[in-house]
Antibody, heavy 117, light 106 residues
Framework: EVQLVQSGAEVKKPGESLRISCKGSGYSFTSYWISWVRQMPGKGLEWMGRIDPSDSYTNYSPSFQGHVTISADKSISTAYLQWSSLKASDTAMYYC??????????WGKGTTVTVSS | EIVLTQSPATLSLSPGERATLSCRASQSVSSYLAWYQQKPGQAPRLLIYDASNRATGIPARFSGSGSGTDFTLTISSLEPEDFAVYYCQQRSNSGTFGQGTKVEIK
């Protein structure tokens, strides 16, 4: 079964760092890009950026460039989304998704990130 | 950056009725548009890609049409499980989403 398994919910304080993960299984991880999508509470979907796990080439939405870092470790079929200094406005659900023909055909269940003092 | 505008924001319909959702792009995206369904507490699910192709396992009551800047998602006869939020997405470099249309029970 093709699936993306995301890491568990996180509760952090402003200024802290964080890395969440997304592990692919059931397919060739290096053959498909991974995208990250943010959904703030009660809001819509926002594409953050994507990575090619075969060579770790990334591109980001202008809205997220410089605020997050997307990376991958192909040896363990895992992609990451990380922050160096969280803000309260980073509170959201974060989804990873496999990109096929430009679209997101397999999604993880999401990781909830709560940033609060 | 390409902006996708969905309408209406909310569609109130009864089971068995036809739903027509619109997505308009700020510039042409050719046929490179997808539709997703999201139910509360769940991840989105790909319904339609390249404007009119149903994804694997998607029922035939879902259909997509359009090209260029104007696209439509049609649900021919609403089932109870179809009440959800629907997003369009274009597959260019940025992969932006529309703001969503909520299909609610009337």
């Amino acid at each position: 079964e093709v699936q993306l398994v995301q890491s568990g919910a996180e509760v952090k304080k402003p200024g802290e760092s964080l890395r969440i993960s997304c592990k692919g299984s059931g397919y060739s991880f290096t053959s498909y890009w991974i995208s990250w999508v943010r959904q703030m509470p009660g809001k819509g979907l926002e594409w953050m950026g994507r990575i090619d796990p075969s060579d770790s080439y990334t591109n980001y939405s202008p809205s997220f460039q410089g605020h997050v870092t997307i990376s991958a470790d192909k040896s363990i079929s895992t992609a990451y989304l990380q922050w160096s200094s969280l803000k309260a406005s980073d509170t959201a659900m974060y989804y990873c998704a496999r990109r096929t023909r430009g679209y997101m055909d397999v999604w993880g269940k999401g990781t909830t990130v709560t940033v609060s003092s | 950056e390409i902006v996708l505008t969905q309408s209406p924001a909310t569609l109130s319909l009864s089971p068995g009725e036809r739903a027509t959702l619109s997505c308009r792009a700020s510039q042409s995206v050719s046929s490179y548009l997808a539709w997703y369904q999201q139910k509360p507490g769940q991840a989105p699910r790909l319904l339609i890609y390249d404007a009119s192709n149903r994804a694997t396992g998607i029922p035939a009551r879902f259909s997509g049409s359009g090209s260029g800047t104007d696209f439509t998602l049609t649900i021919s006869s609403l089932e109870p499980e179809d009440f959800a939020v629907y997003y369009c997405q274009q597959r260019s470099n940025s992969g932006t989403f529309g703001q969503g249309t909520k299909v609610e029970i009337k």
